[in-house]
């Protein structure tokens, strides 16, 4: 084949190609067809759909999530103030409590009378302002009275219920437990006085006593077994020099 031939040829062949719009050669290579623009918008009118939905649905799953957020929020402040109303109930409960232990207390105090400030040594008594002092040893009626004014005091001076039943209980009974007080009618047979120079006014003397029998001039005071003898019928008259325990008194100091 000569050149002019050749050439002739391939321009036969460029002619056709650009006749058939490259399709034949494209074939004959094995080439895909080029996407259209028709075919690319018409994918994606498509898919379209499936995009709009899933954009819907993720807006709509966060409104849903803001929505449970705000709700827990909110009954978490509803049950903590409910919480703290509770405990402001109860502190108040307390707290009430405790002003009516107070006010009870108070009135407790107010009602209790003020316990002056005593000194007395630990084996004499404490009763009303005075220091009582029980013997365990027996003197005759003197040498007792010497011994309670060694001590700074004298025999007691009986003068109240309530003093003679105070000094009553605190004597321990035997068979016939008797102790000398400060009271005596040595001076004049019949007239009863206290150490102190004051005259008796009243007495807890047993039924019959003073019987003066053998010039009894001196009392004391009797506790015995018998459950029957009461403290307002306890006192005896006796010879002085009888020996016996004793009472003594003195001021309490303050």
Not at 39 to 48: D, P, Q
């Amino acid at each position: 084949m000569s050149t002019e031939e050749g050439s002739h040829s391939t321009e036969g062949m460029y002619s056709r190609l650009v006749e058939d719009g490259g399709t034949g050669a494209d074939e004959e290579f094995g080439a895909q067809p080029a996407p259209s623009s028709t075919g690319v918008r018409g994918r994606l009118a498509h898919h379209g759909p499936y995009k709009v939905a899933t954009a819907c649905l993720t807006a709509f799953c966060l409104i849903l999530l803001m929505a449970l957020v705000a709700i827990s929020v909110h009954y978490n402040r509803r049950d903590t103030a409910s919480m703290d109303q509770n405990s402001l109930k109860e502190k108040n409960r307390e707290l009430q409590n405790e002003i009516d232990q107070l006010k009870t207390k108070l009135e407790k105090l107010e009602t209790t009378p003020t316990p002056q400030p005593v000194q007395c040594t630990d084996d004499w008594l404490y009763f009303n302002g005075s220091c009582y002092f029980i013997s365990m040893f027996s003197h005759r009626w003197m040498e007792s009275q010497k011994y309670c004014e060694d001590k700074g005091g004298h025999l007691a001076i009986i003068e109240t219920d309530e003093e003679q039943t105070f000094l009553w209980d605190k004597l321990p009974r035997g068979h016939w437990n008797s102790y000398w007080f400060g009271i005596s009618d040595e001076k004049v047979e019949g007239d009863w006085y206290w150490v102190d120079g004051t005259k008796l006014v009243r007495g807890f003397w047993e039924d019959g006593e003073p019987n003066n029998h053998v010039n009894e001039d001196c009392a004391y005071i009797v506790k015995t077994k018998v459950l029957s003898r009461v403290a307002f019928k306890s006192w005896y008259d006796a010879p002085c020099s009888m020996s016996i325990p004793w009472i003594c008194e003195r001021k309490a100091a303050k």
